[in-house]
Nanobody
Framework: QVQLVESGGGSVQAGGSLRLSCSASEYTYNNYMAWFRQAPEKEREGVAHIGSDGTTSYLASVKGRFTISQDNAKKILYLQMDSLKPEDTGTYYC????????????????????????????WGQGTQVTVSS
């Protein structure tokens, strides 16, 4: 059971920056990790995703402003958020899959399943991000 703990949330004005961190209890090979967010009364949506091979993908509305990265040695996932907008407000969650087969990794990549909540088995408790105008 992988434990995920997020940190780095807070309140900023529009145009500001925040860096979220997600510390994992163990390193997992051949998997996907991601950041999701959920605004009040809205569904949870995938913001940024990274495969263990380093491939990344982003929600269209954050592309060019957010950067996902990971430090495998420290078992930390990051989300650098720049040029923040009020619509970025929400609770941000770190998520991870368990170790996946090559076939499953290929299917996730081919069908864009890294954006689906159901692809991920492990979740953090969330950290709040509030962007004021």
């Amino acid at each position: 059971q992988v434990q995920l703990v997020e940190s780095g949330g807070g309140s900023v004005q529009a145009g500001g920056s925040l860096r979220l961190s997600c510390s994992a209890s163990e390193y997992t090979y051949n998997n996907y990790m991601a950041w999701f967010r959920q605004a009040p009364e809205k569904e949870r949506e995938g913001v940024a995703h990274i495969g263990s091979d380093g491939t990344t993908s982003y929600l269209a509305s954050v592309k060019g402003r957010f950067t996902i990265s990971q430090d495998n040695a420290k078992k930390i996932l990051y989300l650098q958020m720049d040029s923040l907008k009020p619509e970025d407000t929400g609770t941000y969650y770190c998520a991870a899959t368990p170790t996946l087969s090559l076939e499953r990794m290929t299917a996730i990549q081919a069908f864009g399943l890294m954006r689906d909540v159901g692809t991920y088995e492990y979740w953090g408790q969330g950290t709040q991000v509030t962007v004021s105008s």
